[in-house]
């Protein structure tokens, strides 16, 4: 199993990616491929992802039953931690700051119940 999560991608990366993958929701593309078509899916994704970020995850026999890897510009980089990939969460200020509702604090939401 693939699993690929685009966000800020191209129209012609998503279009790229709906040759290959089932597009289940915005930006979120499944399939069954092996490690040589996967690497040249994944390889397209981080040439063409421009401002935006990706992250792809594929099953894999470890401890774990998958691997991970991202690119592009985003708060969340995988870590190895003794053999075990984990997400480490980078500074604030590692985000591109863009202007409009992006850059804008939104107000906490209350919890339920």
């Known amino acids: 199993m693939l699993v690929i999560v685009v966000e800020c991608a191209p129209p012609r990366l998503r ?12 930006g ?4 069954q491929y092996g490690r040589r078509v996967r690497e ?14 990706a992250v792809i995850a594929w099953a894999a ?3 774990a039953g998958f691997e991970f890897d991202t690119c592009g510009k985003n708060r969340r980089v995988p870590v190895d ?4 990939r984990l997400v480490a969460f980078g500074p604030e200020a590692a985000l591109p700051t863009q202007p409009g509702p992006a850059a804008m604090t939104l ?5 339920r119940g």
């Open 15 to 26: 279009g790229r990616l709906a040759v290959w993958l089932l597009e289940v929701r915005a």
């Open 28 to 31: 979120v593309y499944i399939g």
């Open 107 to 111: 107000p906490r939401r209350r919890g």
């Open 61 to 63: 026999p470890n401890d």
């Open 81 to 84: 931690l003794d053999g075990l």
């Open 40 to 53: 040249m899916i994944w390889g397209q994704v981080c040439a063409y992802i421009e401002d935006g970020n």
